[in-house]
């Protein structure tokens, strides 16, 4: 049933869209609600012993009229806090939940990973648990068989594919089920916060797999709270809150106002009676050129000279700065990571000046600032925020990352007698 | 993969049956095999316990209803008979039994996978259906160890099997559904299941029992189908299902239940399938 999709006939906010691949994911409207009883009658002795308790329901509307599309080849975030409703919508989008209302359509194979190595079991072996991890992921069974070759040598597991499970070790298991899901190959991949598992090693691995999906044009749809994701791999972003829509567009105003509203509650909580809403903002920020004026393009081997200040929106504790200089690809490229020594005040700022050595090859690049604090959980990013974009331009070549210096000549070497 | 672009289609969410039918099959024929491998791996025996459970119990009634109660001697091929009585319903009250827990046992998959809900009970029933073989291999090694001949009526087996597997796919299917948001039901199925097992013939032949009490039993649908499974595999003289309820119109109650408890069945696990991720 129904016409064909085309771009227009989406209802709700028309955000700005960098791709312009057709909609592979159409949410229109989409209402979703969870009975919570106040009283849970869960057995019959309890029914028994109060006939006619009626169970009080308590309403959680977990989803409210959310519409948005998703187009072929876009890398596409979720996020929100905890309860805001984004693995709600996930669950909805993986065909997991049923919405009350509204409308879910999308094209191709759709593979969720709302966990790694779901259905896994300890007592089969590699190869059974393939076959069947891979049909759950919605190959068929030939696919996933035919499969798993490639799965156990990108999880360089290949002569353990007869040995259970339950003899894995943990690292091993991880990277099994990570193999699944990459050789899995669907058209579009709904994807929950897999990065959360493993150690920094794995998450890198992670990275470096989402950056190649994006560069190949594959659709992925990433449900996360980790801004500096949103911001180096989503083309769009969307916020949630409450079970609606807040914010739908470029990543980096996503995650200003996920910072905004992460915030805002905990100013309000200390009493602070300003309408602090960032935790630190840009005051100024370019990139200027020998005589001190602001650029946008560099030169290749020109330093990088900047021209930055922040402002604190509230109290920043002994705050450290990142900088990270992203490539086209979203990849960072270098970082550095300078340390406040001193607390900053409300609406106090910070200023950096000074020059950095500039190796990149051509090229369009960002530069980002994180902004980080010690808190009683260890070290947390507070902010992340776009500095500036900028373009190298020059004639060195433009493979690889940076050009280095290199003293190296070719000697045409004598024949021996 | 595809390369002509993939047209948009509904996402209805969870059901029954959803994702299609093939990847339903494939997936009923992985989690039965997964389930069949974990029962019995690691056991000393393997596969030959599912032969020699039935065995074990066959053994014990049959000293007790021959040497104790004396029942077995005014029955033709009694032995048999209770053998061929516990195989058929140990394999309802097995799948039955283990549907209860099924679909919150696979609580991972259901919750975090796009999953067809009608394969889980499906795949204990399909397990306890290959137990059911293996034990039915057993059962005709006895039929001629104890001389009952061939008959053409053997042919005729496979329409009480087919009864026999959709009322335990239906009670299967209910108990399933019904498990995650009454989670009295496993106790209360297991008491159940043993009030069926004694009113149900399988360590009497029914023509022993007073007419009163053998109205009662009929009602009950495993009756007349061992009934029918005796007369058709083992005793031609025994009487038969119509003949023990009164002729024909003796049979509809039992008819009756067995329609009821399969249109319950589809209704709710139709209606609760969409819901259970939410229910565990």
């Not at chain 1, 308790?53 to 509307?61: G, I, Q, S």
């Not at chain 1, 959980?377 to 373009?391: A, D, H, M």
């Not at chain 2, 008979?81 to 259901?110: H, K, P, R, Y």
């Not at chain 2, 109650?253 to 209704?267: G, S, Y």
Request: proline fraction near 6%.
């Amino acid at each position: 049933m129904g016409s064909p999709s085309t771009a227009d006939d989406v209802t709700g906010p028309a955000p700005a869209r960098r791709s312009d691949g057709r909609v592979v994911i159409d949410v229109a409207g989409l209402d979703k609600s969870f009975r919570i009883p106040e009283h849970r009658i869960d057995s019959l002795k309890e029914r028994a012993t109060h006939p006619f308790t009626r169970v009080e329901y308590r309403e959680h509307r977990a989803l409210r009229g959310v519409s948005f599309d998703v187009r072929e080849g876009e890398f596409f975030g979720i996020v929100g806090r905890n309860g805001s409703g984004k693995s709600t919508l996930l669950k909805i989008l993986a065909g997991i939940y049923r919405a009350d209302a509204g409308r879910v359509r999308m094209a191709g194979r759709v593979a969720p990973f709302i966990e790694l190595g779901v259905g896994f079991n300890p007592e089969l072996t590699a190869r059974e648990n393939g076959a069947l991890n891979g049909v759950l992921m919605g190959q068929t069974l030939r696919e996933a068989r035919r499969n798993l070759d490639a799965v156990l040598a990108f999880a360089e597991l290949e002569e353990f594919v007869d040995l259970k499970l339950k003899n894995y070790s943990s690292g091993m298991l991880v990277r099994f089920a990570f193999a699944v899901m990459v050789q899995s190959d669907a058209d579009v991949m709904l994807i929950d916060e897999v990065l959360a598992v493993g150690d920094a090693a794995f998450a890198q691995k992670c990275m470096d797999y989402f950056r190649e999906r994006r560069r190949q044009g594959r659709t992925v749809v990433l449900v996360t709270h980790d801004m500096t994701t949103v911001q180096t791999l989503c083309h769009r972003a969307l916020l949630l809150h409450d079970g609606e829509l807040r914010y739908l567009g470029e990543p980096e105003d996503t995650a200003l106002r996920y910072y905004r509203m992460n915030f805002a509650g905990i100013v309000a909580a200390q009493g602070g009676d300003q309408v602090v809403d960032v935790n630190a903002r840009v005051v100024r920020a370019a990139l200027l050129d020998a005589s001190g004026t602001a650029v946008e393009n560099v030169e290749d081997a020109e330093p990088l000279r900047l021209d930055v200040a922040l402002e604190a929106a509230r109290p920043l504790r002994r705050p450290k700065f990142t900088f990270h200089v992203r490539n086209a690809d979203g990849q960072a490229v270098f970082e550095f990571a300078r340390r406040l020594d001193a607390d900053v005040p409300l609406g106090g700022r910070v200023r950096f000046d000074g020059s950095v050595e500039n190796r990149l090859v051509p090229g369009t690049y960002s530069l980002d600032v994180y902004i980080g604090e010690e808190n009683e959980r260890g070290p947390e990013t507070v902010q992340g925020l776009r500095l500036v974009n900028f373009l190298v331009f020059g004639t060195a070549p433009e493979h690889g990352l940076v050009t280095v210096k290199a003293d190296v000549e070719p000697v045409l070497e004598e024949p021996q007698p | 993969m595809s390369d002509a672009p993939a047209p948009l289609r509904d996402v209805p969410g969870p059901s029954a049956l959803g994702g299609g039918t093939r990847r339903a099959l494939e997936l009923l024929y992985l989690i039965a095999a997964t389930d069949f491998k974990k029962h019995y791996f690691g056991t000393a025996l393997g596969y030959l316990w599912s032969i020699a459970r039935p065995l074990m119990l066959f053994g014990v009634l049959l000293a007790v209803f021959t040497q104790v109660f004396r029942l077995g001697s005014e029955v033709p091929h009694y032995p048999v008979l209770l053998l061929f009585n516990i195989v058929l319903f140990g394999f309802f009250q097995e799948a039955t039994g283990v549907a209860v827990t099924s679909i919150v046992g696979q609580e991972g998959i259901v919750r975090k996978t796009q999953f067809p809900r009608l394969v889980i009970p499906l795949a204990v029933v399909l397990t306890s259906l290959f137990n059911l073989a293996l034990n039915l291999v057993v059962v005709l090694v006895f039929l001629l160890a104890f001389g009952v001949a061939p008959m053409w009526t053997w042919l005729l087996f496979p329409v009480v099997l087919a009864l026999l597997i959709v009322i335990t796919v239906a009670v299967s299917m209910l108990v399933s559904s019904l498990f995650p948001r009454f989670r009295d039901l496993a106790i209360i199925w297991t008491v159940l299941s043993t009030v069926l097992f004694y009113a149900s013939p399988v360590l009497y032949p029914l023509e022993k029992v007073p007419a009163t009490l053998r109205d009662v039993i009929m009602i009950n649908p495993l009756a007349p189908l061992l009934e029918l499974a005796r007369k058709w595999v083992i005793d031609p003289t025994a009487p038969g299902p119509a003949a023990l309820a009164g002729g024909y119109a003796g049979l509809l109650p039992a008819v009756a239940v067995f329609v009821l408890v399969c249109v319950a069945a589809v209704w709710v696990f139709k209606r609760e399938a969409p819901r259970i991720a939410e229910e565990l």
